[in-house]
T-cell receptor, first 113, second 116 residues
Framework: GQQLNQSPQSMFIQEGEDVSMNCTSS?????WLWYKQDPGEGPVLLIA?????ELTSNGRLTAQFGITRKDSFLNISASIPSDVGIYFC?????????????FGDGTTLTVKP | EPEVTQTPSHQVTQMGQEVILRCVPISNHLYFYWYRQILGQKVEFLVS????????KSEIFDDQFSVERPDGSNFTLKIRSTKLEDSAMYFC??????????????FGPGTRLTVL
């Protein structure tokens, strides 16, 4: 099956610091999605990316679709305690078919006040 | 804001029993999904459903699993004879087919299934 390598696996940062995490794939994706999951809850969509090279922001979050279409990164600026959670990247291969998402292993973010 | 809902939030069952997990997707969405997440692991695709039939399924989705849209609002996942390894969080997701958000899948809060 498809492999998504997400790194780092975990991060421990101070409040106010910037955060960067990324995903790489062995194959090309047409769509990259970034989700945040709090304990015991479902993934919440943060950012969707549709074109190679696309850079999209959502508040303090910025994500980019790599030009090779095999990678994506997510940056969080000026982190706050509520940023704590698990961040997942997800890739989709097709814009017209079932559109199943292949998820990365997640990056667990801990923010120390 | 419209959201995906799932019931029950937690289901405990004995091995070998049948369970039905229920989902109400966002009302104008047309594609529906089930994913599962074993504790501490990543989210895994199970099945996608469109126009009253399965579009794609993973190797996890074997003959013990089935999905159904019994009416205009509900979307269900049935596990016929549960196994210990079926214990996981099960997430329903849905997406529209229109507009910029074409591929954006929105997830429900999940059902935690515990098989004893």
């Amino acid at each position: 099956g498809q492999q998504l390598n997400q790194s780092p696996q975990s991060m421990f940062i101070q409040e106010g610091e910037d955060v960067s995490m990324n995903c790489t794939s062995s194959s090309i994706f047409n769509t990259w999605l970034w989700y945040k999951q709090d304990p015991g809850e479902g993934p919440v969509l943060l950012i969707a990316l549709y074109k190679a090279g696309e850079l999209t922001s959502n508040g303090r979050l910025t994500a980019q679709f790599g030009i090779t279409r095999k990678d994506s990164f997510l940056n969080i600026s000026a982190s706050i305690p509520s940023d704590v959670g698990i961040y997942f990247c997800a890739g989709q291969h097709s814009n017209t078919n079932a559109g199943k998402s292949t998820f990365g292993d997640g990056t667990t973010l801990t923010v120390k006040p | 804001e419209p959201e995906v809902t799932q019931t029950p939030s937690h289901q405990v069952t004995q091995m070998g029993q049948e369970v039905i997990l229920r989902c109400v997707p966002i009302s104008n969405h047309l594609y529906f999904y089930w994913y599962r997440q074993i504790l501490g692991q990543k989210v895994e695709f199970l099945v996608s459903f469109y126009n009253n039939e399965i579009s794609e399924k993973s190797e996890i989705f074997d003959d013990q699993f089935s999905v159904e849209r019994p009416d205009g609002s509900n979307f269900t996942l049935k596990i016929r004879s549960t196994k210990l390894e079926d214990s996981a969080m099960y997430f329903c997701a849905s997406r529209t087919l229109a507009g910029r958000s074409y591929n954006e899948q929105f997830f429900g809060p999940g059902t935690r299934l515990t098989v004893l």
